[in-house]
Nanobody, 117 residues
Framework: VQLQASGGGLVQAGGSLRLSCAAS????????MGWFRQAPGKEREGVSCITGSDGSTYYVDSLKGRFTISRDYAKNTVYLQMNSLKPEDTAVYYC???????????WGQGTLVTVSS
């Protein structure tokens, strides 16, 4: 399985970006897809995930209301809509695939999001 993340870029504070993660095979019915991020000098942290079985979504509390995860079965793609971006959202964002929300076996290459103040 290969995951291709895209959509990062430079945006001003308050702006929006939508990240995409395309999977190489049709795996969404079975797997959980997650988004993680790693800011400079910090550890990687979970952002959000969506289950394949029923589309349940989970978010880290600090990002609820600003970020929205969704998926397109036909395109084997998961999205992360990020609104009201803040400079502290600056990070490399990674998508990942796993069998449950706690363990991920496949990772994308990451896409850089830079939010300027």
């Amino acid at each position: 399985v290969q995951l291709q993340a895209s959509g990062g870029g430079l945006v001003q504070a308050g702006g929006s970006l939508r990240l995409s993660c395309a999977a190489s095979t049709n795996i969404f019915d079975t797997y959980v897809m997650g988004w993680f991020r790693q800011a400079p000098g910090k550890e990687r942290e979970g952002v959000s995930c969506i289950t394949g079985s029923d589309g349940s979504t989970y978010y880290v509390d600090s990002l609820k209301g600003r970020f929205t995860i969704s998926r397109d079965y036909a395109k084997n793609t998961v999205y992360l809509q990020m609104n009201s971006l803040k400079p502290e959202d600056t990070a490399v964002y990674y998508c990942a695939l796993g069998l449950n929300i706690f363990n991920y076996d496949y990772w994308g290459q990451g896409t850089l999001v830079t939010v300027s103040s």
